[in-house]
């Protein structure tokens, strides 16, 4: 008997408002003591769901419409709430992405250790087993005496494995457990998520919807699309030999940004919408080998070559054989999708003007605590420039001074000392340093920024159209029919046509992706010198990162902008980027073109980016990407 | 004006828009969301019935008043009776169209204070948390001096010593005595407002300060703009009330404060008459009772989970 046995578990969200969602439709599988096991796809295929069905979570309006759920004998789906509770934490625990902040804000992270041991009535001395758990994830003792406001985001998060693990649970559920985190910290998290596993030898189910993380840790993988399992089979079978298309698709999105060539491929379209009945195989929309077979017969879970998979191509092996892990295969690979983004080109900066200079820029935060005054230098000493037609991207980890950087450049802030000169104008050149008021209201029409994150980018209560007709008001002095016919044309040139579908949209009625393309419209809408894309696809799914990129990179050769390209990704920077500074501390430690600086850094920190870029393929060719010790 | 999407996606294109499309012709009601919403949850339908009968009695009134309410002819003290149900006053006016008449003053207050004191809190609030700084400063100051002054003796102070009587000095009194709470919950939401991408989006659009306050930031704050209505709208009433059984309203206006001052006046309860008593007192209770009750429909209007079950 496995430790977990999911039995045709089928999970519904019944909203009053929409019709009926089966989000999770007869899934099947079992998780071996010990087992770590993946469960990858992209957002909106059911994984979360089907995490928090196992841990019986669900709340209204989802509901567990079939199937079966029993964990180490107990079946689930049948207990009552103080059974579970039982249960719960004891044996069956979890991280979600948002853990770090399911930490009470108000009393220190040891007395949440206790909270949990009394909960639980374990006795012995809180402070020293707290201890041991901090240490095995790495954290040091003083962390017990923290309110979480003063821990970072990646200590909270390893604050919440240390309790997910407090109690020595039997599975943890791992939903999206770095999402959101910095490369590196990530990279530290995952590398003594696989020590501790060694060590304690709990099973763990890990949700995500990045492959690279995935088949770096797991044993085992499950792909999910459509709110089925269409593959399941070893990590390393996957990684020889993928066998559904939509497994190979996700695959695609990764390379190692250090080859001489590199190249990404992406899976066009969404997945399909779950309130809808659908006859044949759900991934055909999106599918580059879909048969007619495949519209009309719904394939089965079948056994195939040491796992399962769900595809009637595959099972009748007529699939093109790929194997993966080779630069030549990638790139094969890559073709077999219409799309792929052929973003990689040589770079050749010499030629363009400069738009905008940053000269010896200081920024320095004086902060007062009580009697005393400290003062942090955000950015120290950085030096560069922006060029027409170039992309140059700033990389480095949270808390480095991109963003303080990014701030300095559109006039949101001052520099402390140091200049900040915008060429790009048909006026004279300006002190970007001094301006104010209009003058800086002015500047900023060729200044312009796309956001991380597209869902608080947008206003919820505005159409997009109203987003769309405020800079062409204000800049262009376009009014009415004018504005909307300008505001079609913005759409229709970031790929979002027949522009008259989304104009009268709000912007919950549009997926993330396509959200990403209004932010980049309405930033091209005053025909700006300098566009600013602070992280523009770290929340977005990495299926369709490659799909902004390559619009990104369309735009800028297009328009001849000038674009700084903040981002802690090395892989993208190496996609999109003409030109690489690292910056570390404040401080730009390595600069130049980006083939030099990426295929051969010379600086340690840049060394560590590299090497903290979750990469599939090197545990497939044997050289593994080398913990940041 | 959307187009209609075809209903089966040619094979890799884009199935986006065309799913979009689909969620929202699912829609299928023809009555606005937000009423949808409020008439699902059952306390809110009972208070939104309860509130629209007062709201016809207060329109309807000269109609279904039986008398002038200051038809001083009958004669006096009466109990209830056939011609009297809610008997007479000690002046001999008819209780039942004095009620009935009452609501129009109730409402009118309501609806003009709760109005007049939420525009008040919604500028200072917005202004001060939007702006910060010293006009924050200045503003906070201003917000908490209200918080801290106690309205009924100030509002009984101002309506003693106005020189002019009447509704509107009500109106008025009220309001001035009770922006402050509606400010300050709006100010804490403006500075949670103010920091998201999409007001940075707008400066960087080229809009001013004040087209971000009122086309960026108030559409999100409705509901709490509503909320606040309810709440200020409720205070008022009450406030009426209190001013005229203090016998500081305006004696020309009919209205269920002045009706139980009167009431108190006359001896109601010396002489048994329990009618005259508490009908004004349960007539205030139950408009009261439905703003509550409504507030309960609006809290699921702002938070989508309330809406479940």
Known sequence: ?629 | MSTPAPAVPAPGTDTEGVQAAATAVARTTRLPGWFVILWRNRKCRIGLLMLAAFVLLAVFAPLLAPYDPHEDAFPTSLGPTGSHWLGTTAQGEDVLSQLVVGARTSMLVGLAAGVLSTLIGLVIGLTAGFVGGWVDEVLSFLINLGLVVPALPLMVTLAAYAPVRGIWLIIVVISVTGWAYGARIKRSQVITLRTRDYVTAARFAGDGTARIIAREIVPNMTSLIVLGFMGAALAAIGGEAGLAFLGLGDPLTVSWGAMLNQASLGGAMLTGQWAWLIAPGLALSLLITSFTLINFGIDALSNPHLRED
């Open chain 1, 1 to 629: 008997m496995a430790l977990l046995e999911v039995d045709h578990l089928s999970v519904t969200y019944t909203p009053r408002d929409q019709p009926a969602n089966r989000a999770v439709h007869d899934v099947s599988f079992r998780i071996a003591d010990g087992e770590f096991v993946g469960l990858l796809g992209e957002s909106g295929c059911g994984k979360s769901t089907l995490g928090n069905a196992v841990l019986r979570l669900l709340s209204p309006p989802a509901h567990i419409t079939g199937g079966r759920v029993s964990f180490d004998g107990v079946d689930l789906t049948e207990a009552d709430e103080e059974r579970l509770r039982e249960l719960r934490w004891v044996d069956l625990s979890t991280v979600f992405q948002s853990s770090m902040n399911s930490l009470n804000p108000v009393i220190r992270v040891e007395a949440q250790f206790a909270d949990t041991f009394a909960a639980h009535k374990v006795p012995g001395d809180v402070t020293a087993r707290a201890t041991e758990l901090l240490e095995l994830v790495a954290l040091d003792r003083r962390v017990l005496r923290a309110y979480p406001h003063e821990l970072s985001g990646g200590m909270k998060q390893r604050v919440a494995l240390a309790l997910a693990l407090a109690l020595r649970p039997k599975l943890v559920l791992l939903d999206e457990p770095t999402t959101g985190l910095d490369v590196v910290v990530q990279r530290s998290i995952l590398t003594r998520l696989a020590e501790l596993r060694r060590e304690l030898g709990f099973a763990v189910l890990f949700v995500s919807h990045d492959l690279g993380t995935v088949l770096e840790m797991a044993d085992r993988v499950m792909v999910m699309y459509g709110g089925e399992i269409v593959e399941d089979r070893p990590a390393g079978e996957v990684l020889r030999e993928p066998r559904h298309p939509y497994t190979r698709g996700l695959l695609g999105s990764y390379a190692d940004p250090r080859l001489p060539e590199v190249r990404v491929s992406y899976i066009p379209g969404r997945p399909p919408d779950l309130s809808r009945t659908h006859t044949g195989c759900l991934f055909t929309a999106r599918c580059p080998h879909a048969e007619d077979a495949c519209r009309t017969t719904h394939p089965d879970l079948l056994p195939d070559r040491g796992g399962l998979v769900r595809c009637l191509v595959a099972q009748e092996d007529r699939l093109p054989v790929v194997t993966l892990g080779t630069a030549e295969a990638h790139t094969a690979l890559g073709s077999h999708f219409p799309a792929t983004a052929g973003l990689d080109r040589p770079a050749d900066p010499a030629d363009a003007a400069p738009v905008l200079t940053v000269e010896r820029v200081t920024k320095r935060y004086t902060s007062r605590r009580g009697l005393r005054t400290s003062s942090v230098e955000a950015v120290r000493d950085a030096s560069f420039t922006l060029r027409r037609g170039t992309v140059t991207a700033l990389v480095g980890q949270s808390g480095s001074g991109k963003s303080t950087l990014a701030r300095l450049i559109t006039g949101v802030e001052r520099p402390s000392t140091g200049e900040v000169r915008f060429t790009g104008g048909d006026g004279p050149d300006l002190r970007v340093d001094r301006l104010r008021g209009r003058a800086l209201r002015d500047y900023r029409r060729h200044v312009q920024m796309i956001f991380q994150d597209p869902f608080s980018a947008l206003n919820p209560t505005r159409t997009i159209a109203y987003a769309l007709s405020r800079p062409l008001a204000n800049f262009a002095g376009l009014g009415g029919a004018a504005a909307r016919e300008r505001a079609a044309q913005l759409l229709e040139s970031v790929g979002l046509a027949p522009a008259g579908q989304f104009l009268d949209k709000l912007p919950h009625q549009l997926s993330g992706g396509q959200r990403q393309r209004v932010v980049t419209a309405r930033a091209l809408a005053p025909e700006p010198r300098v566009l600013i894309a602070d992280e523009p696809i770290s929340m977005l799914d990495v299926s369709i990162r490659a799909e902004i990129l390559e619009l990104l990179g369309d735009l800028v050769r297009e328009h001849r902008l000038a674009m700084l390209y903040i981002t802690h990704d090395l892989l993208s920077a190496r996609l999109l980027a003409d030109e690489v500074l690292v910056l570390n501390q404040g401080t730009v430690v390595e600069s130049g073109p980006t083939r030099e600086v990426i295929g051969a850094a010379r600086d340690d920190y840049t060394r560590l980016l590299l090497d903290s870029i979750p990469n599939p393929f090197a545990k497939a060719t044997g050289r593994a990407a080398s913990p940041s010790a």
